[in-house]
Structure formats: C-alpha cells, structure tokens
C-alpha cells in the first residue's frame, strides 16, 4: 500500500519562517554605511560617546560661587533699604498727623482766646468768686492746661521779641536789659507754638 503524502503548502507571500526571523533578529544591527556597532545597552552607548555636559573648571565654578554671593548681597541690601524706608515713611506718616492735630487744637483754641481774656480779668477783680462762672472758668482752665495751653508773659522776665509785643517803653536806670514792666494782655503758647505774643511794657536800659 502506498503512503499518500500531502503535498507541502507553499508558503504565505510577505511571510518567513519562524526560525529566519529568530536568526536574523540575533544578528547585530548594523549602521548605514554597513558597519556593525559593539553596544549592548544604552548605558554602554552613553559611556562610548561620553557626557554631553562639560565639567567645569575650578576658576569657573569659583566666578559662579562669587557672583551668587555678590548677588545674595545685592538682595540683602536692597531688603534692608526697603525696610528703612518703610520704618521712615511710617514715621513721617505720624509726625505729620500729630503736627496736623496739634494744628486744629491750635486753631480752635486761638478763636477762644478772647473769651479766655475776659475770664482772667473777671478773676483778677473778683468777679468770678463764689458765682456759678467760677466753676465753669476752672473747667476750661483744666481742659486748656491737658492740651499744653499756657500763658506767656510775666512781669519781670527779660524781654524776648518772639514772645512779646512791646507796646510801651519806659527808661529805667533799674534794668540792665530790656525787661518785661508790665503785662498789658498775656500771650499764649500751645506747646512749641505761639498762638499769641503777650502784649507789654517793657523797661530799657537808661542811657543818660
């Protein structure tokens, strides 16, 4: 009896063996120009054709290291000037609301003045006593004195242009200086400020 064997099938068109394709992927790959490369990873690829960064030089990396320190310095200056200038803006910012305030109180007092000029005369004669004024004079003294409202001119202080107005001189052979005779209307000083110069007589040196 004879065997019947099967006719072997062609094989597929595009299609090779299994055991072409496993010894050609076990050939090494080869370059363009038909060369073959000995590398058998990326690592070993790295180490054939070397770092792509450059090391840098000692006076390279010491110019580095100073202009970072120069650079840090720059910004510590510059910090520290902001922050002066920050502690002088506030300090500016307050002296001037306190310079503004002490101008409003100066105002309003200087308006009341002449009413704070009867008040001292009706005391100087007595008017005031045991009456319902006296009280109220005393409240306003005490509010005037809490703001730093006080009298200028006093008899028998040496004369001061900047704080008096002489209206009267009197030749005295008594004075060696120019000296406050009489207070004809005390002036008044709120703090530094003068509101009003004292008006006075004044004794001067007798030249005869």
Do not use: C, W
């Not at 390279?60 to 320190?69: H, P, Q, V, W, Y």
């Not at 305030?101 to 009706?122: F, G, K």
């Not at 005779?181 to 003068?194: M, N, Q, T």
Request: a negative charge.
């Amino acid at each position: 009896m004879v065997d019947k064997k099967k006719p072997e099938q062609p094989a597929e068109r595009g299609k090779e063996p299994k055991d072409k394709r496993d010894a050609a992927a076990s050939q090494p790959t080869g370059s363009e120009d038909g060369d073959t490369a000995d590398v058998s990873s990326v690592d070993d690829l790295v180490e054939a054709e070397g770092p792509d960064v450059e090391t840098l030089t000692d006076e390279e990396i010491s110019f580095l290291e100073a202009g970072e320190r120069e650079l840090l310095a720059d910004m510590r200056n510059d910090l520290a000037r902001a922050q002066a200038e920050l502690v002088n803006f506030r300090k500016r910012v307050e002296r001037d609301r306190q310079a503004n305030r002490e101008a409003v109180i100066a105002e309003v007092i200087r308006t009341l003045l002449p009413a704070v000029d009867d008040l001292y005369r009706a005391e100087e004669h007595g008017d005031l006593s045991g009456s319902p004024l006296e009280i109220v004079a005393q409240k306003l003294h005490a509010s005037f004195a809490r703001y730093g409202l006080r009298k200028v001119g006093e008899k028998g202080e040496v004369f001061d242009p900047n704080l008096h107005e002489a209206l009267v001189q009197l030749p005295s052979p008594d004075v060696e200086v120019n000296t406050v005779a009489d207070v004809i209307e005390p002036g008044y000083a709120l703090g530094d400020r003068l509101l009003r110069a004292a008006k006075v007589a004044v004794s001067v040196p007798d030249g005869s």
